[in-house]
């Protein structure tokens, strides 16, 4: 198959790896443009999401000068944002945890539910770090890779305690209904020097994460999306700045080389723990699935006989 035949079958089949019923943390956003993708794309999803950025809000309005827009989209969603926020020191975050805590407060049907979520921050489904860069500018390539293995093996390890355990749902019957793991989503551009800080090896080698898969990442299926650099949203002259020109979404993104297929990978990984708790929690509820079949096939049983003694039995026959 010719590599553009295969680009455009990959593009085809490219899906977006969110459900409506995600409880979703964002870090490191930019200009807040793919909190605002999520929000358009799923109704009722911005109350189930916390949208977060390394940057002070000031930083963020200097940086990104779209912001303001999308800003106001957010807040008239719903969405929960925090500024300030380092993705290696997420449970320690006391503006984090009111966050959290808040949002699961509104989210909560009873108060035994909100007494029970206040003791833990481990409620997301989906923690996700979209194009991680520290822009420290290290121009020795080799120690520039070292920097941003640091920085995302110390982002699995803060992310870890976050994530929702496992467990069965209330409509959760024998099969058909398998607890979902939840997950840590990383996107990198494809290529390197991406490809040499090897995310899925410094995720095992964490000893609770293993990737599950990797997916093509297309900007186009975010609506609203604009991806920025780390340092701002404007990639132009002092000059085009001066001139009052507006940012641009950078295309790098986008850009495919002539060897890749596309632009830029998602890399989900799951805990290896919830692994194990998710096969405990099937083998339980199909035990328990098999012991309901069995009662009923008793009852049946006694129904039967009861039927033919003459049916002296009150209701029988009737279960």
């Not at 093996?153 to 929702?164: D, E, G, R, Y």
């Not at 939840?182 to 964490?206: D, N």
């Not at 990797?214 to 780390?230: K, V």
């Not at 083998?283 to 129904?303: C, H, I, K, P, W």
């Amino acid at each position: 198959m010719k590599l553009a035949q295969k680009k455009e079958r990959r593009k085809k089949n490219a899906f977006v790896p969110y459900t409506v019923n995600d409880t979703i943390l964002l870090v490191g956003e930019g200009n807040f443009s793919f909190a605002r993708a999520l929000v358009r794309r799923y109704q009722g999803v911005a109350t189930r999401l916390v949208a977060t950025s390394y940057d002070t809000k000031e930083e963020v309005l200097s940086k990104y000068p779209e912001f303001p827009i999308v800003l106001e989209e957010l807040e008239a969603a719903g969405v929960t944002i925090v500024y300030g926020v380092d993705c290696t020191a997420l449970e320690s975050n006391t503006t984090l945890q009111h966050a959290v805590h808040t949002m699961q407060q509104a989210l909560a049907s009873s108060s035994e539910q909100v007494s029970k979520t206040l003791q833990s921050m481990a409620v997301f489904d989906k923690i996700v770090f979209n194009f991680p860069h520290t822009a420290c500018g290290i121009k020795d390539t080799a120690e520039n890779n070292r920097v941003h293995q640091r920085l995302l093996t110390a982002f699995f390890n803060a992310a870890i305690p976050l994530q929702k355990p496992a467990i069965i749902t209330k409509n959760w019957v024998g099969k058909k209904q398998k607890p979902q793991l939840s997950q840590i989503h990383i996107t990198l551009k494809t290529g390197e020097p991406y490809t040499s800080w090897q995310v899925g090896r410094l995720a095992r080698l964490t000893g609770q994460l293993r990737l599950q898969t990797a997916i093509d990442f297309y900007p186009g299926l975010y609506s609203g999306y604009e991806h920025r650099r780390t340092r701002g949203g404007f990639k132009a002259t002092k000059e085009d700045v001066k001139a009052g020109k507006k940012a641009v979404a950078n295309i790098d993104i986008s850009k495919i080389g002539n060897k890749d297929t596309v632009g830029a990978r998602t890399y989900i990984f799951v805990s290896t723990t919830a692994i194990v708790e998710k096969q405990k929690l099937v083998e339980y509820a199909t035990q328990l699935s098999t012991e309901a079949d069995g009662n009923e096939d008793e009852e049946d049983s006694e129904s039967d006989n009861d039927s033919g003694a003459g049916g002296s039995y009150p209701g029988a026959g009737n279960w």
